[in-house]
């Protein structure tokens, strides 16, 4: 089972002090990986590396606020001298902001797209760039969501710039396959995080998705996290360019 392993891999998470960033880090951390944690909190980020640890790997906080756009190939660069090249990317930093389309404000539009979607390829393109100047293979992969395919009301920024994700992936796996970087994107249906703390608090919202999801719960963190591993491991050296729905069923039925 060594083609399921991570060992002597290093992988940057962003949004990975909690939910499906954190998820993700702890399973590449079982699996073998070293790990960078990116997001906003430094206080949170410290908790979250000190319980990865406990898996033994090296686990490091690189604070950066991706709405911060401009700065982040900068910023990337001193992060490789600090911490060394990565060889896997999980870009699983989100943000949402809920309106009706026509109150929808051009500040939490900007937001939500540029953390979602411009941060996104901002990172893969300088981790593009250092895999490749080293003429080294990687991994990146993106997290996109139903709103992939599908919107509900309220979510125009939100899936917008997750239908990005999904072509995003798609080009960046073309444009790279010859350099040996896979870029994949998994999907998650609805899972239960701080990010969807305002829908599963919900009551009859959170029995609307038990209700209309075959296997009848929300996702956790970990449902998503050993697909991660999968991508990022040997076992997945043939998978490019596809967004793999991890949704408990939903987009299968109606």
């Given at each position: 089972?060594?083609?399921?392993?991570?060992?002597?891999?290093?992988?940057?998470?962003?949004?990975?002090?909690?939910?499906?960033?954190?998820g993700i880090a702890q399973a590449m951390a079982e699996?073998?990986?070293?790990?960078?944690?990116?997001?906003?909190?430094?206080?949170?980020?410290?908790?979250?590396?000190?319980?990865?640890?406990?898996?033994?790997?090296?686990?490091?906080?690189?604070?950066?606020?991706?709405?911060?756009?401009?700065?982040?190939?900068?910023?990337?660069?001193?992060?490789?001298?600090?911490?060394?090249?990565?060889?896997?990317?999980?870009?699983?930093?989100?943000?949402?902001?809920?309106?009706?389309?026509?109150?929808?404000?051009?500040?939490?539009w900007n937001d939500t797209l540029a953390v979602n979607?411009?941060?996104?390829?901002?990172?893969?393109?300088?981790?593009?760039?250092?895999?490749?100047?080293?003429?080294?293979?990687?991994?990146?992969?993106?997290?996109?969501?139903?709103?992939?395919?599908?919107?509900?009301?309220?979510?125009?920024a939100y899936t917008a710039s997750k239908g990005g994700?999904?072509?995003?992936?798609?080009?960046?796996?073309?444009?790279?396959?010859?350099?040996?970087?896979?870029?994949?994107?998994?999907?998650?249906?609805?899972?239960?995080?701080?990010?969807?703390?305002?829908?599963?608090?919900?009551?009859?919202?959170?029995?609307?998705?038990?209700?209309?999801?075959?296997?009848?719960?929300?996702?956790?963190?970990?449902?998503?996290?050993?697909?991660?591993?999968?991508?990022?491991?040997?076992?997945?050296?043939?998978?490019?360019?596809?967004?793999?729905?991890?949704?408990?069923?939903?987009?299968?039925?109606?």
């Amino acid at each position: 089972m060594n083609v399921f392993r991570l060992d002597g891999k290093l992988a940057i998470v962003t949004g990975g002090n909690k939910g499906i960033g954190l998820g993700i880090a702890q399973a590449m951390a079982e699996a073998g990986a070293d790990i960078v944690l990116v997001a906003r909190n430094q206080d949170e980020l410290e908790v979250a590396a000190k319980a990865l640890r406990q898996t033994g790997r090296t686990v490091t906080v690189a604070p950066y606020d991706l709405r911060n756009t401009d700065g982040i190939s900068a910023w990337y660069d001193q992060l490789v001298q600090e911490h060394g090249r990565p060889d896997i990317l999980v870009n699983a930093a989100g943000i949402t902001r809920r309106a009706a389309a026509e109150d929808l404000t051009m500040a939490d539009w900007n937001d939500t797209l540029a953390v979602n979607l411009t941060a996104v390829f901002l990172l893969s393109q300088a981790f593009g760039r250092h895999a490749i100047a080293a003429g080294a293979k990687g991994r990146i992969i993106n997290i996109a969501s139903l709103m992939t395919a599908a919107a509900r009301k309220t979510t125009a920024a939100y899936t917008a710039s997750k239908g990005g994700i999904g072509q995003l992936t798609k080009a960046l796996a073309v444009d790279w396959a010859d350099k040996g970087i896979l870029v994949n994107a998994i999907a998650p249906g609805y899972f239960a995080t701080k990010l969807t703390e305002p829908l599963w608090m919900d009551a009859d919202f959170d029995a609307w998705v038990k209700k209309r999801c075959p296997l009848g719960r929300w996702g956790q963190p970990e449902d998503i996290a050993w697909p991660a591993v999968f991508l990022a491991s040997p076992a997945a050296d043939y998978i490019t360019g596809q967004v793999i729905y991890v949704d408990g069923g939903w987009m299968a039925t109606f």
